[in-house]
């Protein structure tokens, strides 16, 4: 080793040489390059610093030199003379990226004698008291960076004063002038405040007379006791210096007035580089060096290159292009850039090194080190840990005390001193972890296999035990040693804290034992051993945590956040990571190890250890901070660690807690790495925040350099020393413990000293440069995670929006700080803090406030002590809002800036006044340090529904609690203050104590008055809660509402809101609006609420994706929402809006082809006929209500066929229930959910073979690598068999009701009314049964007997749904035959079965055309127009601003007639004979030969040779022929694009003359002029064959066989289509609105 530093001094000097030799400057001196951490092309490329630019348009023999603007720097050889002689220091510079003008500089050692005789004002100065040379102003940091080492030399007074008022004076005025200016502005607002509140006027102080501020008083000058000191040189350089930015043209302001000769001289060759670091300088780029096309929005890597002593600023070579700012991509590759970050692969020189594959311990290893692997050891580690190097374990003794081990993977014997690899190691220094990935500091080979303690492999340890009293958890004694270990588990912290916990550890959880050499499955004994280990350790760790606090140790803790990625990987959750007894456990046994190592390798070298030290506080800020929390009333003892520690375990609070923490933080130091030849007193030594004298890191060598180096220090200890150090530290052996392992005869006292000087490196000096470049990446390694983090948060903050019931991310915020001129908040719940300006909330500049819908603006505010009072005054409403999301940042700082963008909520300050019909309201709010005040992130609008403070009850409409909860996390909610949930019902509410009651409902008039009925039960209660009501209604809004709570009487009680419910992604396929009775609401009452509510959510659709190119559709609901999207597309158009959704809105879809609107009155057929496909028979049987089925405890017995209408079992029936998720998320009901239900036994069985033989295999894994491969896919055999069994039992409970004798009727009722047959006698019989009302009472066929009288009438098989269904399909397809004495028998079959209230039934489904009488003289069902007419003539508001996109009248169209559907089910081949129902090939398999006939419309559009019969006339023909002859139509479908609509209803007029309403087909123009029909034809054709998808919208509905059908084409068409729906159906939902219910 000796040898080596040897010959690495000479390379250093040789460079010295040739660098000075081969430039001829203004001096010889030049920069000193440390070889221990540069890379080669440093030394052999060598560049003089003091070499200056050369100028432009002057010859070089003409050029007058400019002046020069900073000094020469000293050569290596004054720099060493200078050093030795005391009169310079060395250190690591840092610059403050607030003020440029400031720098400090480390020392990295302790001043020598000489040193402190030379300058008297360094007494007291070392490396471990915190005390740092300042260095004022850019020429004394000549040229130097943050994180170069640099030799300095110490100002005397006089010096410092000049350099005081030469550099930092000017700075200081111009401070002072900008707060002059701000404070008079202030003045100004105050003097413009008028007609203030009369507690205001008289109190109200000047706002430049007050402030509260303990950190904003100027930087004292050269008088105080800051040493200032120059740099004379760089001795090494903290990087290859490759920074990030930005480039520009135009040379920055602040060089135009600094230096407008330098740049002048530049002219137009140059271009300028801004560095995203504020701490760095501008830089110079040769303008044919940069790339042609850069501009401000795109960022780059440039290295910086050379600076001269004649240059104000250094010069720059381009690097790479990075792109432009914004996306996490880029965003991430500046981070790792700014950060240094090594992201290249490892050379193949390092790879070289590593052993090769397959690796086993060597028998010469098992000789020399100790055997543990019959011992239980075990790892517990976050369960996606792949590198595993630290297990424990813990045994009791015969003595009655505990043996504990902490065995560290032996990755030095891997990594040998000065290979190819421990150099990379070295200049990686640590793993760097970002939010989606990490990047290593050792190859993966070593991280994740090698190194990594994996359970059940042996592998090389260092291991360190104690003997412990297990009633004291002190420490008898120690033992060191290099060991073998074979883990017998690997556990995550749950699973540990399973087993603290009081449980047992999971039979999944793989766990060996070691016998005859080799790990072996292990017995049950073993993991009992495991669970008592994990309960000593937890009630050892408790007794040392507790006697570290007592012994004075600080903890202050910082938010760690954890997100959830999607496949893009893009955040959809975000939490703080909690820490549990489990990881508490693990921390104290890591901390003692390393403090045990630190005590050893110091006692063993106390010159040349590595050791890890934490300064004091900063003891002017820290007296700061407490002095401000002493004025909010916390009082905090700044003594000792032990007494922070203590003062703050007094605050009860935990956000105020959380809240001094983070104050805390900013007066502590961070923690270093040293060499202990650097600091001569060991006082600074100690480890502040632990409060123990000596520590090191020891524990985590596969991802940390510095645990290499003590690993390497510890076997050079061992190998002289062996066990046997016995020293004065309690950690080190008082006496070698009886019941240590034996170590070998090889491993003890044999090494030679030859063989230690190799292990531990001989030159101290080598020793602190590891550790600064430790340091280093260290830090760079913390601000490139948290970057990603904040990175991370900002994403995943935006996106909030999307997936919220309110449209803002609202969290609690606690003051930290108030001024005179901002309110700093910090967010307990994220770890960030905002800063709120008065002056840009009074101007509504960046940052806007609004209370309510309006916007509102600070009109005053006044300082005292600790609090601010605000009064808040509205302005009138605009039409726009300018709003921080319209704002699309650019980057992670832009994005990080808006996260101080806080809206401060009124709610709980003061006295709030409001008024529904004042115009000018005020509102005064007094805020202090520690108020806790709701804030809203990134959002200008403080939601009504959650501005309630303190604890909330949630009260929910259970027609949206359903669809809510798919939007919405539920534990979310319960972090805002939800603590209760509750359904609405009538009668009273019990909300307890809860102070804020939200209600979350449809906009209907029953549900008003139960809640008005309760809120006034509330107000009128004994309760000492003052309760605050807010109500939600959805999706809007009504006056008809608003007129019943005003009668009420508590209209004023409650805040009104509504929430816009748009598409609810159901599956990737599927979107619904969740809208019940869509259907009803638009064909009986004339509510066509539903279009205003789709159009809407079919606008934010082509907000985010552009606008549909064509829009197709049938009915005359389909007509007005095509208007409505056209009409509200022109508006946006010409409101000039730009930016964001607006953009998008106005620019044609890449996403989508099309978008195709089925008004559901076109096809009534389909909702009323049985599903059989598997999905489709669930939800007849059970009912799919929001995605899931709930099951009792016998799946039949909670057989239902109300479907999505919700009428299912009564939500508080006691039996025991479950609920099942039904999406493809589940990969068995992805495969079934669509087939023909004849089909899913056997596919059922296909996959229980498959299960089988996959458990089977278990029996041919021979060898561990087969078994772990087994183990590891049991998991997923074990979830997949539980899925199986659920749809086992589903499938059989179906089955049963498919084999009953009523179900085989209907359908064969069905199937012939479709198929245009007449039903025999035996059809006629049933038909005339199901009237019957002796059989009303008859058991559920298939589930027996003793259902009866439990289950819901519309689960009795012939109840009043099932009979109308089939009534109203056969008027629909045998109305011809409907003779007049048939229909009025059953009207009185009915009427006398199922109660009279049915003749409003009856007449509900005559009026939307479901059941016509047979009388000629019954009158036509009236039109959308007609409809609208009505609802505009009786003043419904709600309906009446539609009738302005209404098209001209559209005629009144009667239902479609026998004889139509008689001519649709021939045209579109609507029965198909030879269905294939296992291996389908026509969309007519979803009921076993009957075509829906939207679908078939929708096969119209896109010409699908489906439609084609040879019945058909040869127009028909014509249009399918160019797809392909029909003869062989499907071979023909197979591997087209044939998707997507290219013609429009183009040749099907005869067929749309069938059906009733409207027929649209609109080409959409990328701008409002008319556009040529022909061109616009051909541009989307154009993107119709480059379009993925065409969306289909079911306007009133969409059935699961609809669904299952589309999917078909799908695959068929090669072609995406997504359904759009206002809700999914089946025929009892579909009905269910129609039926009159009793009061």
């Known amino acids: 080793m000796a040898a080596t530093d040897n010959m690495a001094s000479a390379a250093s000097s040789s460079n010295w040489r040739n660098t000075r030799n081969s430039h ?131 100002l005397s007074n006089s010096n410092a004063k000049g350099i005081y008022r030469t550099n930092r004076l000017a700075n200081d005025r111009r401070i002072d002038q900008l707060k002059e200016r701000r404070r008079n502005r202030l003045d100004r607002m105050a003097a413009a405040a008028s007609n203030l509140p009369s507690n205001q006027s008289g109190n109200s102080q000047s706002l430049s007379d007050t402030s509260y501020s303990t950190n904003d008083s100027k930087e004292p000058i050269a008088e105080d006791k800051k040493v200032y000191g120059v740099v004379i040189a760089i ?100 981070i790792l850039e700014e950060n240094g970050v090594c992201t290249d692969p490892f050379t193949p020189s390092a790879l070289r090194c590593l052993p090769s594959s397959p690796w086993e311990v060597p028998i010469r290893e098992l000789e020399r080190r100790t055997d543990l692997r019959k011992s ?53 220094a640590t793993t760097t972890y970002l939010v989606q990935r990490a990047y290593p500091m050792l190859p993966s080979m070593l991280c994740e296999d090698l190194c990594s303690l994996n359970p059940g492999v042996d592998r090389l340890a260092f291991s360190v035990m104690w003997e412990m009293d297990p009633a004291t958890a002190t420490v008898k004694s120690t033992w060191f040693g290099r060991t073998v270990i074979n883990s017998a588990c690997k556990l995550a912290y749950d699973d540990a804290q399973h087993v603290i916990d009081g449980n047992h550890l999971s039979d999944s959880i793989p766990c060996y034992g070691f016998s005859s050499g080799k790990a072996v499955p292990a017995s049950h004994s073993r993991k009992t051993q495991i669970e008592a280990s994990i309960i000593w350790f937890y009630k050892l760790s408790k007794i040392m945590r507790q006697r570290r606090f007592d012994n004075g140790a600080l903890s202050l803790n910082s938010v760690k956040l954890s997100f959830e990625l999607d496949e893009a990987g893009e955040p959809i959750d975000c939490w703080p990571y909690a820490i549990k007894d489990s990881n508490r456990l693990i921390e104290e046994f890591m901390l003692l190890a390393n403090m045990s190592v630190a005590a050893r390798i110091e006692a063993t070298f106390p010159d040349a250890s590595l050791l890890r030290r934490h300064s004091p506080p900063l003891s002017r800020r820290l007296i700061d901070v407490c002095k401000q929390l002493e004025a909010s009333g916390v009082h905090l003892s700044p003594g000792s660690s032990g007494e922070l520690q203590e003062s703050l375990s007094k605050v009860t609070d935990p956000e105020v807690r959380f809240t001094i923490e983070e104050m805390l933080t900013g007066p502590m130091q961070r923690a270093l790495y040293f060499s202990t030849h650097s600091i001569k007193d060991k006082a600074g030594y100690r480890h502040y925040a632990l409060n123990v004298p000596l520590y090191t890191h020891f524990t985590s060598p596969i991802r940390r350099y510095a645990d290499i180096i003590v690993h390497r220090t510890l076997e050079a200890s061992l190998g002289l020393f062996g066990n046997h150090v016995v020293g004065d530290h309690p950690l080190l052996p008082q006496y070698y413990s009886p019941f240590f392992p034996k170590t070998p005869p090889e491993s003890s006292l044999t090494a030679s000293a030859k063989v230690v000087q190799s292990l531990l490196i001989p030159k101290s000096r080598t020793i602190a ?19 990603s983090s904040k990175l991370y948060l900002v994403h995943y903050l935006m996106s909030m929006s999307k997936r919220l019931v309110t449209p803002d991310v609202i969290s609690l915020g606690v003051v930290t700080k108030v001024t005179q001129e901002k309110i700093i908040v910090t967010l307990p719940t994220f770890g960030i803090e905002g800063t709120l300006y008065m002056d840009r909330l009074a101007d509504r500049k960046n940052q806007v406030l609004s209370i309510d819908a309006r916007d509102w603006k600070l009109r005053l505010w006044t300082v005292e002590a600790a609090s601010v009072t605000l009064v808040w005054e509205a302005g009138a409403p605009k039409h726009k809002k300018q709003t921080l999301k319209e704002s699309a940042p650019n980057s992670v700082a832009d994005l990080s800036g808006k996260l101080s963008a806080l809206v401060i909520d009124d709610n709980g300050h003061g006295s709030v006044h409001f008024g529904h019909k004042q115009t000018s309201e005020r509102i005064t709010q007094r805020i202090q340090i520690f108020s806790k005040v709701t804030v809203s992130v990134l959002a200008t609008k403080s939601p009504p529904d959650l501005s309630i403070r303190g604890s909330k009850a949630l009260v929910l409409d259970k027609e949206v609690s359903g669809a809510l909860s798919m939007i919405v996390d539920f534990g979310l909610l319960k972090e805002h203050g939800v603590e209760k949930i509750f359904l609405l019902e009538a009668g009273p509410l019990d909300t307890g104590a809860t102070k804020g009651v939200f209600y979350f409902t449809l906009p209907h008039v029953q549900k008003m008055r139960i809640i008005a009925e309760q809120v006034k039960a509330g107000l009128q209660g004994a309760s000492d809660v003052a309760k605050e009501y807010s109500l939600q209604l959805v ?87 095509a208007d409505s999207l056209t009409r509200m597309r022109l508006e946006l158009m010409s409101t000039g809006l ?13 996403t989508f082809d099309s978008v195709v609107i089925i008004d559901r009155a076109v096809d009534l057929t389909t909702p009323l006929l049985t599903q059989l496909t598997y999905e489709g028979l669930i939800s007849e049987t059970f009912g799919i209500i929001d995605g899931s089925v709930t099951l009792g405890s016998n799946a039949s017995a909670n057989t239902t066929q109300s479907g999505a209408s919700g009428s299912g079992p009564d939500a508080h029936s006691t039996a025991k229930r479950k609920r099942i998720t039904l999406n493809n998320s589940d990969s068995i009901y992805r495969i079934v959910r669509g087939m023909n239900f004849s089909a899913v036994g056997n596919m059922l069985s296909k996959i229980s073979r498959q299960l089988q033989d996959s458990y089977e295999s278990r029996h041919k894994a021979k060898t561990v690598q087969e078994i772990r491969s087994f183990v590891g896919k049991l998991g997923g055999l074990q979830s997949e068999h539980q899925s199986l069994k659920i749809h086992v039992s589903l499938a059989e409970t179906v089955l049963k009701r498919t084999q009953s004798d009523d179900f085989s009727a209907i359908l064969d009722i069905e199937q012939t009314l479709v198929g245009g047959g007449d039903l025999n006698q035996e059809q006629l019989a049933y038909f005339n049964r199901l009237f019957s009302l002796a059989d009303l009472q008859a058991p559920v066929p298939g589930v027996g007997g003793e259902l009866k009288g439990q289950v819901p009438s519309t689960s009795i098989p012939n109840s009043i749904h099932k009979v109308l269904r089939l009534l109203c399909l056969y008027s629909l397809w045998r109305g011809s035959h409907f003779k007049q004495k048939t ?99 026509d969309i007519s398999f979803v009921y076993s030969g009957y075509a829906p006939i939207s679908i078939r419309l929708l096969q119209c559009l896109v010409r699908d040779p489906a439609v084609y019969t040879t019945g058909s006339s040869s127009r028909y023909a014509a249009l399918l022929r160019p797809l392909g002859d029909s003869k062989s139509r499907p071979a023909q479908r197979d591997g087209q694009n044939m998707g997507g609509v290219k013609s429009g209803w183009g040749g099907w007029d005869d067929v749309l003359s069938e059906l009733p309403g409207e027929t649209v087909d609109v080409v959409q123009s990328p701008s409002d002029r008319d556009t040529d029909a022909a061109i616009a034809d051909e541009m989307v054709k154009r993107l119709g064959e480059k379009a993925p998808a065409t969306l289909v919208v079911f306007l009133g509905g969409c059935t699961f066989t609809e669904i299952a059908a589309l999917r078909l084409l799908s695959q068929q068409h090669n072609h995406r289509y997504i359904a759009a729906t206002t809700q999914i159906i089946n025929g009892n939902s579909f009905l269910d609105p129609l039926i009159q219910k009793l009061p």
């Open 24 to 154: 001829n400057t203004d001096s010889n001196n030049t920069i000193i390059t440390s070889t221990s951490i540069s890379t080669s092309t440093h030394i052999q490329n060598p560049v003089d610093p003091n070499a200056s630019l050369p100028l432009c348009h002057q010859s070089a023999s003409k050029r007058p030199l400019p002046p020069k603007v900073y000094d020469a720097y000293y050569s290596p050889e004054q720099v060493q003379t200078q050093l030795d002689a005391g009169y310079i220091l060395r250190g690591v510079l840092r610059i403050n990226p607030k003020n440029r003008t400031d720098a400090y500089v480390s020392l990295d050692e302790s001043p020598s004698e000489k040193c402190l005789h030379n300058y008297p004002q360094l007494q007291g100065y070392d490396v471990g008291s915190g005390d740092d040379i300042y260095i004022c102003g850019e020429p004394s940091r000549n040229r130097a960076i943050s994180g170069d080492t640099v030799a300095i030399k110490i």
């Open 235 to 334: 001795i090494s350089h903290n990087s290859d210096r490759s920074f990030t930015g930005n480039i520009s043209a135009m040379a920055p302001t602040s060089a135009l007035k600094n230096h407008f000769a330098f740049v002048g001289s530049l002219g137009t060759s140059v271009v300028w580089f801004k560095p995203v670091n504020t701490a760095l300088p501008y830089m110079i780029i040769p303008k044919d060096g940069a790339p042609e096309d850069f501009h401000k929005k795109r960022f780059c890597t440039v290295r910086m290159d050379r600076w001269g002593i004649r240059d104000p600023f250094p010069s720059a070579v381009f690097v790479k292009d990075l792109g432009e700012r914004g996306t996490i991509d880029i965003e991430t590759h500046i």
């Open 376 to 428: 239980c050891i075990f790892t517990i580690d976050p369960p996606t840990a792949r590198d595993l190097d630290d297990a424990v374990s813990c045994t009791r003794l015969p003595n009655g005390n505990m043996l504990v081990g902490v065995h560290i993977a032996d990755v030095s014997f891997f990594v040998r001193p000065n290979t190819s690899l421990d150099i990379q190691a070295r200049q990686r």
């Open 769 to 787: 440069e590891i550790a600064h470049q430790c340091n280093l990446r260290k830090d760079a390694a913390k601000k490139a995670q948290d970057a």
């Open 1035 to 1121: 999706p809007r809004r009504t006056l008809l509402c608003e007129r019943v709570l005003e009668e009420e009487g508590v209209l004023g009680d409650i805040t009104l809101g509504e929430y816009h419910m748009d598409f609810i992604p159901l599956e990737d396929d599927v979107l619904s609006l969740e809208l019940p009775a869509t259907f009803k609401e638009l064909y009986l009452d004339g509510d066509f609420s539903s279009i205003q509510y789709t159009a809407r959510a079919l606008m934010r659709l082509q907000g985010l994706f552009g606008f549909f190119p064509r829009i197709v559709g049938k009915g005359d609901f389909s007509q007005i929402l």
């Open 1138 to 1150: 730009s930016g964001g959704n607006a953009n998008n809105a106005l620019a044609i879809s890449s």
């Open 1383 to 1481: 229909y009025e028998a059953w009207y009185e079959e009915i009427i006398a079965g199922f109660g009279y209230h049915h003749s409003i039934t009856i007449d509900n489904l005559g009026k939307v055309g479901l059941l016509s009488p047979p009388s000629s003289t019954k009158p036509a069902a009236p039109s959308a127009q007609q409809r609208l007419t009505s609802a505009n003539t009786t003043g419904d508001s709600s309906t009446a601003g539609l009738l302005n996109c209404i098209v001209p009248s559209t005629k009144p169209r009667n239902p479609v007639h026998t004889n139509q559907l008689s001519f649709l089910r021939k045209t579109l081949n609507l029965v198909v004979s030879d269905v294939r129902e296992n291996d389908p090939d």
